[in-house]
């Protein structure tokens, strides 16, 4: 069956550093993938999405790009913030099926 | 635009005992789902709606939950009885169809504990 496999955290950061949240997933055919991200005491968000290999999705700074040749959707920033500390969830789905989530990673930024 | 809504926001209940969640999805949004969030883990896919008829809940405990989706709008998942183990964030999410580049947009989620 399809599944996500993301680094273990915390992830901890100081203010302006470059972030690397890695994700590799298994799944039958070409799945789309996402990255979800969870603020403190809030739902969960789309943060960015991937459709097909080698599309890049992008928003608020982040970026992943979809590799079907090492099955990857690593997450990345190039200068964090204090206010990016929450849990991010790479998930992905193949037509039809369900969303499969990752376990998470925290991170935690500090100033 | 209003987002997806869910009450109670928590809930506290010794085991045994019976609870029921309500969502209200995105007016036009035709798939709603409820996930099951475990402390610690990624959320888990209980069962997904189009319109008011059941895709899949094959990861469903047909034996204690149970979920309706009456009219295609709103909807309701209940535990009957609960154990420890339900205890766990609940989540509802909807969408406009079922492809897999379809968003899903969830609720803030009720937070069960079972004593």
């Given at each position: ?5 993301q680094m273990?955290g ?11 949240i ?66 991010y ?15 998470g990673t925290i ?5 | ?115």
């Amino acid at each position: 069956g399809n599944s996500v496999t993301q680094m273990e955290g915390p992830v901890t950061l100081s203010e302006e550093a470059f972030l690397t949240i890695n994700c590799t997933y298994t799944a039958t055919g070409y799945p789309s993938l996402f990255w979800y991200v969870q603020y403190p005491g809030e739902g969960l968000q789309l943060l960015l999405k991937a459709t097909k290999a080698d599309d890049k999705g992008s928003n608020k700074g982040f970026e992943a790009t979809y590799r079907k040749e090492t099955t990857s959707f690593h997450l990345e920033k190039g200068s964090v913030q204090v206010s990016d500390s929450a849990v991010y969830f790479c998930a992905l789905r193949g037509y039809g099926n369900k969303l499969v989530f990752g376990a998470g990673t925290i991170l935690r930024v500090k100033s | 635009e209003a987002g997806v809504a869910q009450s109670p926001r928590y809930k506290i209940i010794e085991k045994r005992q019976s609870v029921a969640f309500w969502c209200n999805p995105i007016s036009g949004h035709a798939t709603l789902y409820w996930y099951q969030q475990i402390l610690g883990q990624g959320p888990k896919l209980l069962i997904q709606f189009q319109n008011n008829g059941v895709v899949d809940d094959s990861q469903l405990p047909k034996d204690r939950f149970s979920a309706e989706r009456l009219k295609g709008v709103d909807s309701t998942l209940k535990i009957q009885p609960a154990k420890l183990e339900d205890s766990a964030v609940y989540l509802c999410a909807s969408s406009w169809g079922q492809g897999a580049g379809e968003t899903q947009y969830f609720g803030p989620g009720t937070r069960l504990l079972v004593l």
